[in-house]
Nanobody
């Protein structure tokens, strides 16, 4: 079992930045693929970004966040990060981190990001 705890959400103006963190409870964090998803009110949860466990793998991003968001991980701290720049009102959502091997089996509780216009 892996517990994930997100933090770093909040209220920010359009064009601002936030950095989300996701701390995993397991020392085996480095063996998991990590992903970030979001869910806006009245909408389905959607993929934002992912970072595979393989050392030379490239991160993947949803088209809507490419060039603005950056996913990273610090295996020594069991932590995944999502740096969000140039935020837009449409980025407003609850953001979730997820971890797993072939599928995302573990999910955090979510952190609210609100971007005001």
């Amino acid at each position: 079992q892996v517990t994930l705890v997100e933090s770093g959400g909040g209220l920010v103006q359009t064009g601002g930045s936030l950095r989300l963190s996701c701390v995993a409870s397991k020392q085996t964090f480095r063996t998991y693929n990590m992903g970030w998803f979001r869910q806006a009110p009245g909408k389905e949860r959607e993929f934002v970004a992912s970072s595979d466990r393989w050392v030379n793998s490239s991160p993947r991003y949803a088209d809507s966040v490419k060039g603005r968001f950056t996913i990273s991980r610090d295996n020594s701290k069991n932590t995944s990060y999502l740096q969000m720049n140039s935020l837009k009102p449409e980025d407003t959502a609850v953001y979730y981190c997820a971890a797993g091997l072939n599928t995302y089996n573990y999910w955090g509780q979510g952190t609210q990001v609100t971007v005001s216009s």
